[in-house]
């Protein structure tokens, strides 16, 4: 593949050495990398992470030429990916290559916009039902936990609409925290991924006690429905329809690692998500009233329901500008396979570029006030002629998230549902500093209290 720029002369990037940086990166290694990037403005340089030197590149045309334009260049691999593939496998759809390529044919059609069209009914029954049980804790004035109380709910529907009910609830109370505990146990091979297995790091007994007892629970769940997945358009369904008509060539593993990549993208990523909206919320008192006064003009007393979506383009804002500040899959490390160059800075085969929606997000040459919480930004007037790549939560190119239809219904859906049941309240107020592992999750627990709306019986 020829270089992506080859007539502009090579350029050394700006390199900030492990010995300027550590004590940032000891205390905290996410404002670290934000200070970074601040300093960098866009340009392409260079980090000094020990034993990995990697690129680091943010502005939206360096963006889009990894993840788009020599995406085929830019391939899913190398030291970052270690901690992932240690989790779902070499052949699934987290996977690169043809074994990602296989998934993703046999999945796509799950999350295609006309079946999640499909879905979405079934899917806001279940969210209702869900948001349902809060009531006794909101009419009691009793404080709920929201990280798990906005995973349950999530896990709820996705049990049922995108697994076809073929999880019980007994593995599914299996399940979910094992998933919690993987989510959080696997920081810090996140974060050193060029650490070898054999030196242990916190976290990782964790992490392989929650990954053998998901283990558990998914084998029996492949054997159980070996010989009748059933008929339905979900993912157990097109995995085991894949398998066979796949003469053999694909096993439990397979379908294994796909039913965990599937799970853990699905559930996380809306969780996560939904679990920084309360507190942003509260500390923008502007945003929640302006977000009730159209949930309540448009669904009223009523449920929420599909046809209710399109009539709230403001709750469509607020997801988008809260995916813009806290994209849950917050960094996608790329490794060149050839020799290229991203602007005027030479890439050589084998070396890591990190592409972080998380910075490019934040870039003040990007986005004006970049961190400031404004859904407007997002109205049809303020989007017109932005960068494709300035926003870009699911990824980009041929690996863009292939759920991200389900996200957004799901999110705002869940969304729609608390706010024209209740009033939020969290019960402290101030800034909820963020932590990095596979995803951006708040580092303090977040708690808050439900008020019934006036207006609900």
């Excluded at 500008?321 to 899959?329: K, M, Q």
């Excluded at 926003?391 to 608390?418: K, Q």
Aim: one cysteine or more.
């Amino acid at each position: 593949m020829s270089a992506a720029v080859e007539t502009v002369p090579s350029t050394k990037p700006k390199s900030f050495p492990l010995y300027r940086t550590a004590a940032g990166f000891i205390r905290d290694p996410l404002l670290q990398l934000q200070r970074i990037s601040e300093t960098a403005n866009g340009e392409v340089i260079r980090l000094g992470l020990g034993a990995s030197r990697p690129y680091l590149a943010t502005h939206p045309d360096h963006v889009q030429q990894v993840l788009r334009r020599e995406s085929e260049n830019f391939v899913r691999d190398g030291l970052f990916w270690r901690p992932l593939h240690s989790l779902f496998g070499g052949d699934s759809i987290m996977s690169e290559g043809a074994e990602w390529e296989l998934s993703k044919r046999v999945l796509q059609p799950v999350f295609s916009t006309k079946n999640v069209r499909a879905l979405t009914q079934g899917m806001a029954d279940a969210i209702n039902a869900a948001v349902g049980t809060l009531d006794a804790p909101a009419r009691s004035g009793t404080p709920v936990q929201v990280l798990p109380e906005m995973n349950r709910i999530v896990n709820e529907t996705v049990i049922q609409v995108l697994f076809g009910k073929k999880i019980s609830q007994t593995e599914a109370d299996r399940l979910i925290p094992a998933m919690e505990q993987i989510a959080t146990a696997i920081a810090f091979r996140f974060l050193l991924p060029f650490v070898p297995k054999s030196l242990p790091l916190p976290g990782d007994r964790a992490f392989t006690a929650a990954v053998e007892l998901m283990d558990e629970v998914l084998y029996e769940l492949v054997d159980r429905f070996r010989d009748d997945p059933g008929d339905g358009f979900d993912i157990f369904t097109a995995l085991y329809q894949a398998r066979a008509a796949s003469e053999g060539r694909l096993d439990d593993t397979w379908i294994r690692n796909n039913l965990l990549s599937m799970w853990a993208t699905s559930t996380e990523t809306t969780t996560v998500a939904l679990t920084w909206l309360w507190p942003t919320l509260i500390q923008h008192p502007d945003v929640a009233d302006r977000l009730r006064a159209e949930i309540d003009g448009v669904v009223g007393t009523d449920p929420v329901r599909p046809d209710h979506l399109h009539r709230l383009p403001y709750v469509r804002q607020v997801v988008q500008e809260l995916l813009r500040l806290y994209p849950v899959g917050w960094i996608f490390p790329r490794i060149a396979t050839q020799a290229t160059s991203l602007g005027d800075v030479p890439i050589k085969a084998g070396q890591t570029v990190l592409i972080s929606p998380f910075l490019t997000h934040r870039l003040a040459s990007v986005w004006d006030r970049p961190l400031e919480f404004d859904p407007d930004r997002f109205s049809p007037e303020a989007s017109r002629g932005r960068h494709r790549y300035a926003y870009f939560p699911f990824g980009g190119g041929p690996h863009m998230c292939i759920g991200r239809h389900v996200f957004n219904a799901e999110a705002e859906l869940i969304l729609t549902s608390i706010l024209s049941r209740f009033r939020p309240n969290v019960t402290e107020l101030g800034p909820v500093p963020p932590k990095i592992g596979a995803t951006i999750r708040p580092r303090d627990d977040i708690e808050m209290i439900l008020t019934p709306a006036a207006s609900r019986p």
